[in-house]
């Protein structure tokens, strides 16, 4: 019904920088909220940024003044630049985002994850 799909991972050296995008599509009726998350090996999945339909932002503290969460609503995708990545910034990233679809119910969707690798 709903689907989240994530591109623009991949490796970069560190100090550099990567761009996600997250395209939402399928009966939808509004996007309430959408986020990253980000997931290493052996760890929990945690927040990276998230932002709200009227585009109020929020980051975890560490990545303040490096990533930046952004949204184009008339393309229902959601956007993470990253810039001055470090090699703990190595995880696979995820979209969620809160849906209400078509039919008026709500769900929080994940997509697939793409990968960022980040070389020392």
């Known amino acids: 019904q709903v689907q989240l799909v994530e591109s623009g991972g991949g490796l970069v050296q560190a100090g550099g920088s990567l761009r996600l995008s997250c395209a939402a599509s399928g009966s939808i009726f509004s996007i309430n909220r959408m986020g990253w998350y980000r997931q290493a090996p052996g760890e929990q999945r945690e927040l990276v940024a998230d932002?709200?339909?009227?585009?109020?932002?929020n980051y975890v503290e560490s990545m303040k003044g490096r990533f930046t969460i952004s949204r184009d609503n008339a393309k229902n995708t959601v956007y993470l630049q990253m810039n001055s990545l470090k090699p703990e910034d190595t995880a696979v990233y995820y979209c969620q985002a809160r849906i209400t679809t078509s039919r008026r119910v709500t769900y929080n969707y994940w997509g697939q994850g793409t990968q960022v690798t980040v070389s020392s």
């Open positions: 932002i709200t339909s009227g585009g109020s932002t």
